[in-house]
């Protein structure tokens, strides 16, 4: 059973930054690609940020694209987010998730793990 857990939410005004954190459980972490996607209040959880298995390919959404880096650490079995110029449209649950391979990157359906998510509420 493999355990996704975010970390690194909270409040941050307008322009500044934060860092996401989501930490697996299990052995083959770096076998897998992994996905961020978030969810604003009364709206569809979407695609944000991916970084395959070797960390050499990612891919982000329109909106974040040139604000968000996704990269990650195998040695501590964790992929990151990094947010910078944050907008007040950034206000979100943002959660990881392992993405199955040979799967389409920006849809839910190609992820089989889930973490619990984490707030990020950006104030104008």
């Known amino acids: 059973q493999v355990q996704l857990v975010e970390s690194g939410g909270g409040l941050v005004q307008a322009g500044g930054s934060l860092r996401l954190s989501c930490a697996a459980s299990g052995r083959t972490f770096s076998n897998y690609a992994m996905g961020w996607f978030r969810r604003a209040p009364g709206k569809e959880r979407d695609f944000v940020a991916t970084?395959?298995?070797?960390?050499?390919?990612?891919f982000y959404s329109d909106s974040v694209r040139g604000r968000f880096a996704i990269f990650r650490d195998d040695a501590k079995n964790t992929v990151y987010l990094q947010m910078s110029n944050l907008r007040p449209e950034d206000t979100a649950v943002y959660y990881c998730?392992?993405?199955?391979?040979?799967?389409?990157?920006?849809?839910?359906?190609?992820?089989?793990?889930w973490g619990q998510g984490t707030q990020v509420t950006v104030s104008s």
């Open positions: 970084i395959s298995w070797n960390g050499g390919s990612t």
């Open positions: 998730a392992r993405r199955r391979p040979g799967t389409v990157a920006t849809i839910e359906n190609s992820y089989d793990y």
